[in-house]
Structures are given as C-alpha cells and as structure tokens.
C-alpha cells in the first residue's frame, strides 16, 4: 500500500547510517579504534604513565590485588543499583500520589521544587555524617541525586493527555480510573523511560560522590588510594569500571522499556 | 446493526430526538464574562444529518460539547427525545475530532473497541462489531496494524469505528477532515455519506468547510461569530445519494451562496 510505505519511508532514510557498515559493527568498529589510537600514541611518543598510561597498562593494573577490583566494583555497583531502584519506585510513587491529589500537589510540590534546586552533591557530607559512611548512605546520595528527574518525567507523562481523548472517556461516562489504566499510565511510559535513563547515569555520579567523600571500600575509595600511589593506570581503569556499570544500568533500562512499551514510542524517537 | 439502506431522512416528521432551544453558554466568572455560542434553536430529526458551519470562536464546538453532555449550557432548553436516554448504560453519544487521537499502542482493532471495555461490554460481541465496522469504513485487513502505520485518512476511518462501536444514536463530529488533504477530505465527504446511510445514525457534524457543510448535510447551521449565534439553520435542498458533481450545479451553488450571505461574506 502505498500511503504506508510514504509514511515509514523518512523513518527509513534518518536510521541509515551514512557509512555501508551496520550499525553495531560501527560502535564497536570506534571504540576499538580509539583505543588502539591511544595505544599507539603512548608507545610512539613515549608519554609517560603519571600523565597518560596506555590501555595495556590499564588492564594490567587489574592484577595487582592489593585493589581487590572485584568486591570493589561490586560494592559500588551495589550503590549504583540501589540508589536507583530507589529512585525508580519512590519517584513513580510520589508521582502517581501527586496525580492523584491535588490538594498534595498544590501544597507539597513548590517544595519539591525548591529541593530540586539543591545541588545535590553538597548533601553528601550531611547525609554521611546522619548516616555514618557505608553503602547505605551512599545509596541515599544516589537516589537523592536520581529521584527527581523520575519524580518530575513521570508526572509530565501522566498529565499530557489530549484534551480530546478526555473528552472522549468523558463522553462515555468513563471513570478516572479507567482513564488513568487504559489511556494515562501506557502514554506516560515514554516519559518514564526517558527519566529513568537520565536516572542510570546520575546513580553513578551518586554513589561515587559519596565514596570519595568517606568510605573504606567501593571503587571511589579504590581510586583514592590509587590517587595517593601515583597510580594513574588502576585509576582510570576504575574510570572505565564504572562507566561500565553504567552503561549497564542504562541498557537493562532500555532492555525493560523495550520490552513494555512495544508500541509505546514517541514519534521523535 | 441496521443494514438496510436508508433512503433520505425524512420518514418521520413526528417527534424531533434532539430540540434546542435559545441555548446559550457563556464562560468565565464575575466580570469577565465571554459568550461562546447563543441563540441555538434547532429541532434534529432522528436520521438526520446536520452540520454546522461557521468562522473560529462562532461556538460550534461548544454546542457540540453541550450536546455531547460534557459542557451545561446556561441558558435556554435542550432536551432528548424521552426514549432517547433510555438505552444502556444512557451512552448514546460516539466523538470524532480533528485529531484521530488513536493510541498509539493499541492496535486498530484495539483501538475501536476502547469505547465498548469503558462501558463495559461484552468483549466478544464489541470484537465482532469491530470487524464489522472496519469493513465499513474500508479498513478490512488492517485490524492488527498500529497506528503509525496507517495513513492520516485511515487513522480517521479507523477513529470513525471507534465512534461507533457502541452503537450510538448520536454521532458527533468536530472538524473530523480538517487535518486531511483536500482529496482525501473529498473521498472520506463520500465515504461518510456511504456511512451514514448504512447505519443510519444521527450526525452533528461541525466544519468550516462552506461546501463541506452543504455537500453533506441534510440540515445546515450557520453560526457567525461576534456575537457568537446561530443565524440561520434550514434544509439542505438537494437529494441523496450525492456526488460530487453536485457540487457544480445550480441548486448547490444556491445553497452555498445562502452560506456566505449569511456570513456576511459576499
């Protein structure tokens, strides 16, 4: 039919990569090649480590024990997934309490607001010193710094609806709930996801503020120690570590999203 | 559903099923005060087809709002036929808009049978209807497309559907070709009439369109705006079926005239 191949036709043509590679191939094919550029530089103008050591240099960090990487990482991991599951159930709840009362969002979210406006970094000293440093706390500065891009997503998605399609349920003497399962909550999962992914890469940010602050294990507190040696390499291979939990997070993000909204997606998307 | 084809709506004279009279609604509290629409009075038969033409802010939307039960107007009387509201669950009124507002995760079948689980119907007889309806308005085989795979005048059709899954009386159209093409707005005017005449429901349709409003109608209502009233509503004399070749004959080029007379526009 033609009308439907005119419309996903543009859809199409702004997908194609510009280059004949497939799509993965070329994500793949620049991040390799960065790395074997950078290696290449170290060793051909003989840079020395303190200021840049080569990716080689890097993994090889990983041997020396005394990092103990793997209960480090996993500790900081710990921070990162906690702070954001949070984040993800107490922002969607808060939402979903502001939806469905007014009255409570008339009063409490000039609040929410202003708490908004807090740099939330500047918490971490306060909420360590009430909590006593530890995973707990660092969590709680992870989820402080994640909450309201979730809180606010949310509650966005939940109140853009068409006037139109209200005055549809209305007209069938459709009651708020009705509209809220069959029409608000699935329209809103697009805003949803969009406020998690921002959360994903904030929960990192988070957890890692707090162990640089105070803590005694977690890759933040790795790099510290590697800090005091001059060890450049084993802390830029804490750098990669966390970006690649990171990412991680950010994937089974979009892993969910894709698997619950089959048919929910944005038209700029 | 009624499958028989109905020749023009004028079999019973007897009873109006919707009269309006001097309906007025004004928005606003206190002093600023804005009038919508006033000076409403039409009687529609059952079966008949009105539309309602007339500039932006002239209140055609708002009488279909009143109409539809999601606005009160302050002023005048309007009243359903008594055995109008006696059906089940008292819904008798399906929306078309502008926008085909179809959800985009819902399948076209999916979509059409939205208004039926709202108000609670038998799923298997509402799936069945919603067959039926798609063949209606030309979408047989595109039941498990999504949305963005249909055209714009397609997702209307499918929105038609939608609107009437749950066999009521009274269609209400606002603006319902207004985001088409011009020759897809020219076939759907056809397609509507086809529609129409297969159901025989009762259609309110509001356009801007002078010729739309003329070509489809049985009954027409001009509204002007400032003040917003309604100047005139009568009978569109030109028989069914129409074509659009009508629209170059003498009779309809009269009626359109009448149109622009009583915008004002000469």
Known sequence: MTAISAASSPVATSERSPLPWPRWLLIVGVHVALVVVWQAAVEIFKIHPFF????????????????????????????????????????????????????????????????????????????????????????????????????????????????????????????????????????????????????????????????????????????????????????????????????????????????????????GL | MNSLVRPTPSLPQSEALIKLKQLRKSYGRGGKQFLAVSEVSMDIEEGAFVTIVGPSGCGKTTVLKILAGLHEADGGTFEFRPSFNGGPQDINVGMVFQQPLLLKWRTVLENVVLPAEILHLPKKKAVERAHHLLEIVGLKGSEDKYPHELSGGMQQRAAIARALIHDPKLLLMDEPFGALDALTRERLNLELLDIWRETGKTIVLVTHGIQEAIFLGSHCAVFTAGPARMADYFKVDLPYPRSLEMKTSPEFGECVKKVYGLLGMK
């Open chain 1, 52 to 267: 840049l050591p080569s990716p080689v240099a890097m993994i090889r960090s990983l041997a020396k024990a005394e990092y103990a990487w793997f209960s480090n990482s996993i500790v900081t991991a710990q921070e990162i997934v906690g702070g954001y599951l949070a984040s993800t159930v107490i922002g969607i709840g808060l939402a979903l309490l502001f939806y469905w009362s007014r009255s409570l969002t008339a009063a409490a979210f000039p609040l929410f607001v202003t708490l908004n406006m807090i740099p939330k970094v500047a918490l971490g000293p306060l909420i360590i010193m009430w909590l006593k440093y530890g995973v707990f706390a660092n969590i709680l500065i992870a989820f402080s710094m994640c909450i309201f891009p979730v809180l606010l997503n949310t509650l966005r998605g939940l109140r853009e609806v068409e006037p139109d399609l209200l005055d549809l349920v209305r007209s069938l003497k459709g009651n708020r709930w009705q509209l809220f399962v069959k029409i608000q909550l699935p329209g809103s999962l697009p805003y949803i996801f969009s406020g998690l992914k921002v959360a994903a890469i904030l929960a990192v940010a988070g957890a890692i503020v707090g162990e640089f602050l105070a803590s005694d294990r977690g890759l933040g507190y790795l790099m510290v120690q590697a800090q005091n040696q001059l060890d450049t390499a084993a802390m830029m291979m804490a750098i990669v570590i966390l970006t690649f939990i990171g990412v991680g997070v950010y994937l089974a993000t979009v892993i969910v999203e894709r698997f619950v909204t089959v048919n929910v997606r944005d038209d």
